[in-house]
């Protein structure tokens, strides 16, 4: 592989996977860069969270390998330093009491419990966390009171907390609504360009996300486009709509992705 390890943050190398009989990944082979923000992308059942599960290490691949900052997989011990927001988080309990203070803290500790020995450190973590997200006026609000959105935001921070170099999103913005997803996706951009924080968002929302994300991939079972969102945008239509199976329409805009 020609890039150099250092500075890539997620090396997937020649990775395959199946459920049963059931192929779901072939051959995928990518590098994500340091510090950049991809929007993985792909049709319904095209393996993206799959991908995601085996980056992860929630998932092991029958074949390939997956390097973490450098280390493989299975060498790799600096997990607090990856953030994850699962498409779960979506339909969390809302009858869960917990506020979205304590549901942050829980992303210091990973179980719930302890957080009602929150040193002042981590009560200091805490708050900025939820303020990086637009989201300290709700701190004693309970998470089942929050619209979607909000919700989502909690979960956002609750990833944040632990300071990671890496955030993954699987569906953030599934069962949001438009405007509150728009919003999401500056949130990000803004968490992306002010923390250095490598980011890759997993989405079927291929014309709004462009506006926001660094780079895209394209995957459906493979690897079928992976580059930077000029690259992508310039790409033509046909390219897209024939990896989607129907009609896509990329947008494209006058502005400036660097
Ligand atoms: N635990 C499982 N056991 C068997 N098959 C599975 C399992 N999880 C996923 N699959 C199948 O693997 C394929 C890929 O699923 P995956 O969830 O990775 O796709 P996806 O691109 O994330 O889909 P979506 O966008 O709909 O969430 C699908 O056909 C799915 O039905």
Redesign the pocket.
Known sequence: MKNNLNSIAIRVDDLSFH??D?N?LQHVTMDIKKGSFLGLV??????????I?CILGLQKPQQGNVYLFGEKINKFNDWEKIGYVS?KANSFNTAFPATAFEVVSMGLFGRVGLFRFLKAADKRKVWEALKSVNMEQYAHQNIGELSGGQQQRVFIARALVSDPMLLIL??PTVGVDTESSESFYKLLKELHYNNNMTLVL?T?DVGVMTDYVTDVAC?NKQIHFHGNTREFETSSSENISAFYGHHVHVLHHDHDHA
């Open positions: 459920y049963g059931k779901v792909g049709p319904n059942g095209s393996g993206k969270s799959t991908l599960k498409q699987d569906e997993v079927h995957l």
